[in-house]
């Protein structure tokens, strides 16, 4: 927007809050900044702080509009680029990310109270990743060649759906997002992305920065709240196709509306991922992998979090003991300080939720909640929304603590003594997206592997989203699958068959 007081800046910038001041009220639409059609704003605050670093765009229906039209315009011709050509220009945006790494890295932990060292950096270069990965899978948008009569070449072609509506969370804004957009553009359609009302700035800076390398209007950024934002994306009648990752609650909307359209959607939704530990395992490693699972440096907020852990008999007390002790070493402090291994919750609302599961943790007959670490002492953070991690022991099966997605940091540790009666209990549960077992006898892990209701087990590690392992959930943690080469086909492009008779 060429009347905004203040410039983005051309080079990387370490200022994170003259960035989060010049992205302030606007959107990014048709390869520029504009300004809200309604004038509306929303105010963007630092969770560490409880200050305000920005206002940001309001958007509603008539926003989505002019999005959603420049979308339809750039992508007749952003179609027909050779699709190589379209990779390897989202594969350039990977260099430009990987240029600003630092300063996104900042500006996301400024946003949502995210460790630097731990989760902001981690994020951001997580993003370069996955638009190189995408970036090279032009060519692999093949069809196939079909037999069906002499004299009659029978083919089927890949073809882009058209404009996407991406609605993403804060949790992982960046990540999320990125992979979203990155097999969508690849595949010859063009994005239109709804930001979290809690973290819209980073993205936003992603958008204007890839914007210097895509034709304009492929990639357009809108920023508003759910209702009045992100509902007229699912319904503008020139959106193909929506892909949504956020609370179940959400996502059941969501996929009504695309129903209502017939319209395909996306849905990465919940977790209350279970983590299997047997008795033969490699102790320190599983402790280690418990405290990565667990993502307390992410106070807990990330769907896959290991938030029941069922820990075979004889070792149950040493496990929760060294976890206790290893999460009781963690600091927890300002987000941008690099000694920092945890950070803050997003916002009040979701901080008042987590400090109920956990009074109600606490009050519960039988259970024992062992709160970890320390909360920061400097004046500055008083206000800021810190929790410290809270490692339950003996809560019933039927807590709400156990059933229900906290999306903070506390964990539930269970004694088990027979593997068969703990995937029951591991199965039981309305989500299905991850599971981790933990043991060197691999006949019975792989066995239980095989039967675990999830979309991702993993035995001995915790490695959560890598490029080209395709990611979601069963049951209500999701329809569809994300971040692999199958991803980008069958979600973002459709069949066509062309019939040539030659006889
Ligand atoms: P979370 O609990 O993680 O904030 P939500 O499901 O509430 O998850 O939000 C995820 C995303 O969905 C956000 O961008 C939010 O603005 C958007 N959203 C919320 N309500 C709606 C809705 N009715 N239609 C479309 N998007 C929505």
């Known amino acids: 927007m060429l009347d905004h007081?203040?410039?983005?800046?051309?080079?990387?910038?370490?200022?994170?809050?003259?960035?989060?001041?010049?992205?302030?009220?606007?959107?990014?639409?048709?390869?520029?900044?504009?300004?809200?059609v309604a004038g509306a704003s929303f105010a963007?605050?630092?969770?560490?702080?409880?200050?305000?670093?920005?206002?940001a765009a309001e958007g509603d229906a008539a926003d989505v509009d002019v999005a959603v039209q420049n979308a339809a315009a750039a992508q007749k011709s952003w179609a027909r680029m050779p699709a190589r050509k379209r990779g390897a220009l989202v594969a350039q945006c990977a260099g430009l990310i990987r240029a600003h790494?630092?300063?996104l890295a900042r500006l996301i932990a400024l946003e949502t109270g995210k460790a630097l060292r731990t989760e902001s950096r981690v994020e951001a270069n997580t993003v370069a990743d996955v638009l190189e990965f995408f970036g090279g899978l032009g060519s692999e948008l093949k069809g196939e060649?079909?037999?069906?009569?002499?004299?009659?070449?029978?083919?089927?072609?890949?073809?882009?759906?058209?404009?996407?509506?991406?609605?993403?969370?804060?949790?992982?804004?960046?990540?999320?997002?990125?992979?979203?957009?990155?097999?969508?553009?690849?595949?010859?359609?063009?994005?239109?992305?709804?930001?979290?009302?809690e973290a819209p700035l980073t993205v936003l800076r992603i958008c204007e920065l890839?914007?210097?390398?895509?034709?304009?209007?492929?990639f357009n950024m809108l920023s508003?709240?759910?209702?009045?934002?992100?509902?007229?994306?699912?319904?503008?009648?020139?959106?193909?196709?929506?892909?949504?990752?956020?609370?179940?609650?959400?996502?059941?909307?969501?996929a009504r509306a695309a129903a209502d359209k017939l319209i395909p959607v996306t849905l990465e939704l919940g977790g209350k991922s279970p983590m299997l530990v047997f008795a033969d395992c490699d102790f320190e490693k599983t402790v280690t992998g418990a405290v990565?699972?667990?993502?307390?440096?992410?106070?807990?907020?990330?769907?896959?979090?290991?938030?029941?852990?069922?820990?075979?008999?004889?070792?149950?007390?040493?496990?929760?003991?060294?976890?206790?002790?290893r999460v009781d070493a963690m600091v927890m402090g300002d987000p941008l300080d690099e000694a920092t291994d945890i950070g803050t919750i997003i916002s009040p609302e979701q901080f008042a939720k987590v400090a109920a599961f956990i009074a109600e943790g606490k009050a519960t007959a039988g259970a024992s909640g062992r709160a970890c670490s320390r909360l920061p002492a400097e004046a500055g953070l008083k206000k800021g929304l810190f929790i410290q991690p809270h490692i339950f022991t003996g809560l019933p099966n039927s807590s709400r603590?156990?059933?229900?997605?906290?999306?903070?940091?506390?964990?539930?540790?269970?004694?088990?003594?027979?593997?068969?009666?703990?995937?029951?209990?591991?199965?039981?549960?309305?989500?299905?997206?991850?599971?981790?077992?933990?043991?060197?006898?691999?006949?019975?892990?792989?066995?239980?592997?095989?039967?675990?209701?999830?979309?991702?087990?993993?035995?001995?590690?915790?490695?959560?989203?890598?490029?080209?392992?395709?990611?979601?959930?069963?049951?209500?943690?999701?329809?569809?699958?994300?971040?692999?080469l199958e991803a980008m086909l069958e979600h973002f492009t459709h069949k066509k068959t062309i019939m040539v008779n030659y006889a």
Request: net charge neutral.
């Open 5 to 36: 007081p203040h410039a983005t800046p051309e080079a990387p910038t370490l200022d994170e809050r003259a960035l989060a001041t010049a992205l302030a009220q606007r959107h990014f639409i048709g390869g520029r900044f504009v300004p809200p």
């Open 44 to 55: 963007v605050i630092n969770p560490a702080t409880g200050q305000e670093i920005a206002r």
């Open 101 to 103: 790494v630092e300063e």
């Open 145 to 197: 060649s079909v037999p069906f009569a002499p004299d009659v070449l029978s083919v089927t072609v890949r073809e882009p759906l058209g404009v996407v509506g991406a609605i993403i969370p804060w949790n992982v804004p960046l990540l999320l997002m990125a992979l979203k957009i990155a097999p969508a553009l690849v595949a010859g359609n063009t994005v239109v992305v709804k930001s979290a009302e």
């Open 210 to 218: 890839m914007n210097r390398i895509l034709p304009p209007g492929c």
């Open 224 to 254: 508003g709240y759910g209702p009045e934002c992100g509902a007229p994306l699912v319904a503008h009648k020139l959106v193909r196709k929506v892909t949504f990752t956020g609370s179940v609650e959400v996502g059941r909307i969501v």
């Open 292 to 325: 990565t699972s667990m993502r307390f440096t992410r106070q807990g907020q990330s769907c896959t979090a290991a938030s029941r852990i069922y820990v075979e008999r004889p070792i149950f007390a040493r496990f929760v003991e060294a976890l206790a002790a």
């Open 401 to 484: 603590l156990v059933q229900q997605e906290i999306f903070g940091p506390v964990t539930c540790v269970f004694p088990f003594d027979d593997a068969e009666a703990v995937l029951a209990e591991a199965n039981d549960s309305e989500y299905g997206l991850a599971a981790s077992l933990w043991t060197n006898n691999l006949k019975q892990g792989l066995s239980l592997a095989h039967r675990l209701e999830a979309g991702l087990v993993q035995i001995n590690q915790n490695l959560v989203v890598q490029a080209n392992l395709s990611y979601g959930g069963v049951k209500s943690s999701g329809l569809g699958k994300e971040a692999s």
